[in-house]
């Protein structure tokens, strides 16, 4: 059982708190009763939100045990830490436990000195005053979340449900992290390097591309180019790929080769296919191209990632 610690400090963002909560506690992993414990605590058991008030159900000593520990966003980020959080955090992050923020969260991990030297992010609206408190932080506000493999970092609001869904990828893989998703009515498309910052367009625009998408996600199988795609939209390469990059942060290929190897993660942890065969069926050209796209974007060659997700 994965121990998940979310440390609420006073004036947490209810909506941060609330979504580490409920997307942990509802995995649901074929043979294992109780994939994630999930700890709300806090310097003190009773803690302000702005709107009402919580009780923590632990104090900070929840930290020593926890395998993951989630700092939520605050209201103040520029606020004071408590020399008793940072020493908590430290221990934790020093016997090797996974820490990630959501939103203005990442202040508190600065202030620990835990970003010092790393890449990290926040919401985009306070990067440059991240940047500016803590020169030693590498902050990029342009992207979802950042993964240092022990520290982590998202922006605001739905960035963090993305974080999350990540964590539960990388410890029970992708079809679990998807039931995950599914369960809490998000799609599971966004990876960390898309834009925060998204230009809404028209509703006619947006709907059509996300039937487009669909069709995409039919058809991955498909030996599918830019002007293929740009046809079943019915609008032009230009256009296609400018409303891509406002709706989702990246380009048309781009987008569809993660959606592959997405579609290869399920089948390598849920079928016993082959990996030549789910490469095709992915809609890989070549069983090389497959191996190469599935290293940059995972991490793991196909047949590592089988063996450390394949379902019974």
């Known amino acids: 059982m994965h121990v998940v610690a979310v440390l609420a400090l006073d004036d947490v963002i209810p909506f941060d708190l609330g979504a580490c909560c409920d997307t942990f506690s509802r995995v649901r992993v074929p043979g294992v009763d109780v994939p ?26 929840a930290l020593c045990e926890a395998d993951t520990i989630l700092v939520p966003g ?20 020093a016997r090797g436990a996974r820490i990630a923020s959501i939103c203005s969260g990442a202040f508190v991990l600065a202030a620990a000195g835990l970003l010092d030297g790393r890449r990290a992010t926040t919401h985009w609206a306070g990067a440059a005053e991240l940047a500016r408190r803590y020169p030693e ?10 993964d240092n493999g022990q520290i982590l970092t998202s922006a605001g609001a739905s960035a963090g449900l993305d974080l999350c869904l990540h964590l539960i990828g990388k410890d029970y893989g992708a079809a679990v992290a998807a039931d995950a998703a599914r ?17 809404q367009p028209a509703p006619a625009a947006t709907a059509s591309l ?22 079943k939209g019915m609008m032009s390469t230009r256009t296609l790929t400018r409303r891509f990059q406002e709706q989702t942060g990246t380009s ?4 569809l080769q993660t959606a592959r190897v997405r579609r290869a993660q399920q089948l390598l942890e849920t079928t ?25 974007m995972v991490g793991t060659s196909p047949r590592q990632y089988r063996k450390a997700f394949r379902m019974p």
Not at 74 to 93: E, I, K, N, Y
Not at 188 to 193: F, H, I, M, S, W
Not at 210 to 231: C, G, Y
């Open 36 to 61: 994630y414990k999930v700890n709300v605590c806090g310097e003190r058991r009773r803690i302000r939100t702005g709107f009402f008030e919580i009780r923590a159900q632990c104090g900070l000593e």
């Open 183 to 199: 369960l809490a009515v998000i799609p599971l498309v966004r990876d960390g390097g898309q834009a925060q910052f998204i230009n």
């Open 137 to 146: 932080v590498i902050v990029d506000p342009n992207v979802l979340f950042v």
């Open 210 to 231: 996300q039937t487009l998408m669909l069709w995409l996600q039919q058809n991955l199988q498909a030996p599918l180019t830019l002007e293929k795609i740009a046809r």
């Open 272 to 296: 016993a296919l082959s990996v030549e065969r789910i490469a095709a069926e992915a809609g890989f050209a070549s069983l090389t191209t497959f191996r190469e796209q599935f290293a940059k």
């Open 74 to 93: 605050t209201g103040d980020p520029a606020g004071p830490v408590s020399a008793r959080v940072v020493a908590a955090l430290r221990r934790a992050a």
């Open 252 to 255: 048309p290929v781009q987008w």
